[in-house]
């Protein structure tokens, strides 16, 4: 390029006018300052016009501009035949092209196919490993969970068989020891936000467990009191047999001795429940209910059934009662603190206190002699069954001394009613004794030591009625130290209260029965005589009383030491009133 300048540029000298040479040297060096420049053309084009001479810068710039085409032309034509070969191969270069196209385009779509399926088999791939990678992951994750599972499984199994006990120890474990091992899996929330929930199952389970407890301990109260009074009466009876003594007058079946509470009431569901609460730092929480329902089920126990008075109603009544206490002894002694001693306490002074009063109310209403009896040795049983058990029983043996009063009465009542019927069928006529036979039936209720019996008929001065009221008087002795009979009184006790009461029966009930009699205006004088003449033998035969009473009693029978019987003292007054009224009878026939 700058040798076709240069060539153009000598070209335009030689071609001008000679005065001229100067100027144009300085015009082709603008002209070569303008071809090589490639910035502002501005200062190149002032000094052009600073001197004047646009139009000779313009000729030579024009000149210039033609030798360029003449170069570029003759460096065509030059180039021409080669272009033109250049153009020939461009163009089968293009055939090859489009046949090379066709074949890219081809094997494109090859490998556009292939490359799919490769993508597609590489994608299921990837999906594979990372599946497999997954499933790894998850067998991993499961092996190191597995622990959890499979204890939670057993914890699920406890709970469904009931053992809320190891359920909870078990769920202590999971908790504190097994999940903070796979604290980094959901497992792990999961299992935290459930224990709570489950700890609650538990404990409301074991609730409901103590519930059915109380239920059946309730229901079965009966059942439970009946097995140890009856035990209990059992082995007084076997102690009495072995000491040679008599058996108690209610007679009972063999007892299982080997039985006890606990063959009768499963106390486990008590026992898991308060150690749950133990467990769970609510302790106080189940000792606060346990104590409450004990309570509430006491004073359904100890309230008595309405008015009634028959021997099933109160035996079904200690027996509940006596089921209570065992209940509550046995859980005093197996348990930990459950029950203190001072609340067992409390809750007999209840019981000894509502006892007290519904016999008090009750026996009031009595009036037969058996009945007061029967339940005499039912609460004499029940006191032995309880002091077993450690229980102070001594108020209710001071309630039954103070209803032998209202029995001693009664026994009064009815000898009454059996003496004036002695009286009412009496003949007032002689024994006679035909054989020795009869005379050894007599003997055998009546001392007929003063009378000689060796020959037969033999005639007695007394009528009937006298040995039979000195049978009957034995009788009611016998009934009297009957009650006595295990109250925890000595034998001078006894013997006092059965003198008291037979000197009660002589002075207010025979002497009543006799005054009655001897005062009937239907008696003739010849009854009157044979009832005069009875008193004295009744008299004789009732001074043997006392060695009699000391024989039942046990107490010492020095003849010389025993109070006497002041009572046989009415007969007198008896006799002396009959002896009036056959003046009264005498006088009235005059």
Not at 154 to 170: C, F, I, S, V
Not at 415 to 442: G, Q
Request: proline share 2%.
């Amino acid at each position: 390029m700058a040798s076709s300048v240069q060539a153009a540029g000598g070209g335009g000298v030689e071609g001008g006018d000679e005065k001229d040479a100067p100027g144009s040297s300085h015009f082709d060096a603008l002209i070569t300052e303008l071809e090589s420049s490639e910035g502002q053309l501005g200062a190149t084009l002032r000094a052009v016009y600073d001197e004047s001479k646009q139009a000779a810068f313009l000729q030579l710039l024009e000149g210039r501009i033609r030798q360029h085409d003449k170069d570029i032309e003759r460096m065509c034509n030059h180039h021409y035949q080669g272009f033109i070969e250049s153009v020939n191969e461009l163009l089968k270069v293009g055939s090859d092209a489009r046949k090379l196209k066709v074949k890219i385009l081809s094997a494109n779509d090859d490998f556009q196919d292939a490359g799919s399926k490769l993508v597609k088999n590489g994608d299921e791939l990837i999906a594979l490993r990372i599946i497999q990678r997954n499933i790894a992951a998850a067998m991993e994750s499961l092996t190191f969970c597995r622990p959890v599972l499979e204890l939670y499984a057993k914890l699920k199994e406890q709970m469904k068989e009931r053992r809320y006990y190891p359920a909870l120890k078990t769920l202590e474990q999971l908790e504190h020891t097994y999940l903070p091992r796979v604290s980094r899996y959901t497992i792990n929330q999961m299992m935290k936000a459930r224990i709570p929930q489950l700890r609650d199952s538990i404990k409301e389970a074991s609730m409901t467990d103590l519930r059915h407890f109380l239920e059946e301990v309730r229901a079965k109260s009966e059942s439970i009191g009946k097995l140890a009074m009856d035990q209990t009466h059992f082995r007084a009876n076997l102690e009495l047999s072995r000491r040679g003594g008599t058996e108690s007058s209610l007679k009972l079946p063999d007892v299982d001795l080997d039985m006890s509470v606990q063959n009768i009431v499963d106390f486990s569901p008590i026992y898991r429940c308060l150690h749950i609460f133990t467990v769970l730092g609510e302790r106080e929480t189940f000792e606060t209910y346990y104590h409450r329902q004990r309570w509430h089920q006491a004073r359904l126990v100890l309230e008595f059934p309405g008015n009634q008075v028959s021997m099933a109603v109160y035996r079904c009544y200690f027996y509940q009662v006596a089921g209570f206490f065992v209940v509550e002894d046995t859980v005093h002694s197996t348990t930990q603190g459950l029950i203190t001693k001072k609340t067992v306490n409390e809750l007999w002074e209840l019981a000894v206190s509502k006892i007290a009063s519904a016999l008090r109310t009750h026996t009031s209403l009595f009036n037969e002699v058996q009945m007061i009896r029967s339940i005499k040795e039912l609460v004499v049983h029940f006191c032995c069954t309880l002091q077993s058990f450690d229980f102070q029983v001594n108020q209710l043996y001071d309630l039954l001394l103070e209803t032998r009063e209202q029995y001693c009465e009664l026994l009064m009542r009815t000898w009454y009613t059996v003496i004036k019927s002695i009286f009412a069928v009496d003949n007032y006529a002689p024994i006679v004794l035909h054989n020795e036979k009869d005379a050894k039936l007599l003997a055998r209720s009546f001392p007929l030591g003063d009378f000689e019996l060796s020959t037969f008929p033999a005639v007695l001065p007394f009528s009937e009625f006298v040995p039979s009221v000195y049978d009957q008087i034995k009788e009611f002795i016998h009934s009297c130290a009957g009650f006595a009979e295990n109250l925890n009184l000595s034998l001078t006790e006894t013997d006092d209260m059965v003198r008291k009461s037979t000197n009660l029966l002589l002075t207010r009930t025979v002497s009543a029965c006799l005054g009655e009699q001897i005062h009937d205006n239907k008696l003739r004088l010849a009854q009157l005589v044979q009832i005069s003449v009875n008193t004295t033998y009744l008299e004789k035969a009732c001074e043997g009383l006392s060695a009699f009473i000391a024989d039942v009693t046990g107490v010492s029978s020095d003849s010389s030491m025993l109070p006497r019987i002041y009572g046989v003292s009415s007969f007198k007054d008896a006799r002396a009133d009959a002896e009036d009224m056959i003046y009264v009878k005498l006088r009235e026939k005059v």
